[in-house]
């Protein structure tokens, strides 16, 4: 099998359907858990330092 082309055909099983907390198709089906917002593994939005903006290129807590 090759990775080219002709074996996208086999990608019809989705993994990921809309997440009912953050509208994104982010859910994933076997793991029960949003990788968008973390529905279904936490109560809170999911959420890391790294996506927060750096003023001035300092991190800022
Ligand atoms: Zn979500």
Do not use: D
Request: charged fraction near 30%.
């Amino acid at each position: 099998m090759s990775k080219g082309t002709p074996s996208k055909g086999k990608h019809n099983k989705r993994s990921h359907v809309l997440c009912r907390r953050c509208g994104k198709r982010a859910f994933h089906i076997r793991k029960r858990e949003c990788s968008a917002c973390g529905y279904g593994s936490s109560s809170k939005l999911q959420t890391y330092a790294w996506q927060r903006r750096t003023l001035n290129g300092v991190r800022t807590k």
